[in-house]
């Protein structure tokens, strides 16, 4: 019997060797995949897209447009400079509120905070002949006090914001009337009012700090740890709390970052007008609010930039100035800023809604593909 120098296949070898046929095309065979640059691209412009800041800029635009072609004046150099020196005082109370509402929590006292520390500065340099420095610095020190008080009182004690910031709101415009004896206070040293009169790139000094400030937020809200910390505590305080966060400090930090930031606008007011009216600041809270919220700041927290309540106070002053060259009544702008301020607090909600359904959607979706609630099911 003569042997084959060929191995023979058996038929127990066959199903190897289909197997690792099978194995081999599988492995060389693969779907078409997209270019990396083009899906980072693509990525980019999805995040691009779904940013808050676009639903913010997109009606600045058209307002814009739409004013325009109404009366071509409306974006006049003269206009434009207007609009951005008149924004500079809100906007830096805008600022502080953004921080403040990121972490969950809100102030209602800022326009009358405002009006006392311009009030205290301007007191020291008419009635008590300080230098500027000490003088601004004890504005902002009434300022910050402010803002301590009511992060206390709200973090600590446990009172609500609202209860505690409106009771501020009082306290301090009564106290600027008791300071100012119900009269403006002037004049006051020439050196004081030319910073906050002079003017710099076709704007003012105030909107310069304006925009400095609001940089250098945003960019700590984005990119620092700090900002990681009022977010988180902000987004779930008691979670934040088990990560290692001090969500009391958080917040409270934040009501005292509004309460200088309050103090500095009101002391650039004083600087600007060169009088210390004890009326100043009168309705600050509701376009700082409205500003924050149109901006696309969440009002449960955790969610906005400092550059989406930018150009949410754009918008608004869009739409101040807007009325004024239409020739409407200037008490129509109040109603507009109110119902402004109800849409975009609306907007918030739905959207919440909607990002906890689809949270909860997907929470049941992995469930149902892992297995886990059929086997909770079983056992049970």
């Known amino acids: 019997m003569t042997l084959s120098p060929h191995r023979t296949t058996s038929s127990a070898d066959e199903p190897l060797k289909r197997t690792e046929t099978m194995t081999v095309s599988t492995s060389t065979v693969q779907p078409p995949r997209a270019a990396p640059s083009t899906r980072s691209a693509d990525s980019r412009l999805v995040s691009v897209l779904k940013a808050r800041e676009i639903s913010v800029l997109v009606p600045l635009i058209v307002l814009i447009v739409a004013f325009y072609f109404v009366n071509s004046n409306f974006l006049s150099s003269q206009n434009i400079s207007t609009v951005l020196r008149a924004s500079a005082f809100v906007g830096i109370i805008a600022v502080g509120q953004t921080i403040l509402m990121l972490a969950g929590e809100f102030d209602l006292s800022v326009g009358s905070v405002a009006a006392l520390s311009g009030t205290v500065c301007a007191y020291g340099l008419h009635d008590w002949h300080w230098s500027i420095l000490p003088a601004v610095l004890v504005g902002l020190l009434v300022g910050a006090v402010a803002g301590l008080i009511n992060g206390l009182l709200t973090v600590k004690v446990g009172i609500a914001a609202l209860i505690v910031t409106l009771g501020m709101l009082y306290a301090a415009r009564g106290l600027t009337l008791v300071i100012s004896k119900g009269v403006a206070i002037y004049p006051l040293p020439t050196s004081f009012g030319n910073f906050g009169q002079d003017r710099i790139l076709g704007t003012s000094w105030p909107f310069i700090i ?171």
């Open 210 to 380: 304006f925009v400095v400030l609001a940089l250098a937020a945003d960019f700590v809200i984005r990119q620092s740890l700090i900002g990681s910390k009022v977010l988180a505590t902000g987004g779930n305080a008691q979670a934040a709390r088990r990560a290692g966060i001090n969500s009391d400090r958080v917040k409270i930090a934040c009501f005292v970052f509004v309460g200088v930031l309050s103090g500095l606008a009101g002391i650039l007011l004083v600087s600007s007008i060169g009088t210390a009216d004890p009326t100043m600041g009168t309705g600050y809270e509701l376009q700082v609010i409205a500003a924050v919220f149109v901006g696309g700041v969440s009002l449960f927290g955790g969610t906005g930039t400092v550059l989406g309540t930018v150009l949410g106070l754009l918008v608004i002053q869009a739409i101040n100035s807007g009325l004024v060259f239409l020739e409407v009544d200037i008490n129509w702008t109040n109603v507009a800023v109110g119902v402004l301020l109800v849409i975009a607090v609306s907007v918030d909600v739905i959207r919440d809604r909607q990002e906890s359904g689809g949270k909860l959607r997907l929470r049941a979706l992995i469930l149902r593909r892992t297995g886990i609630g059929r086997s909770k099911s079983m056992a049970g």
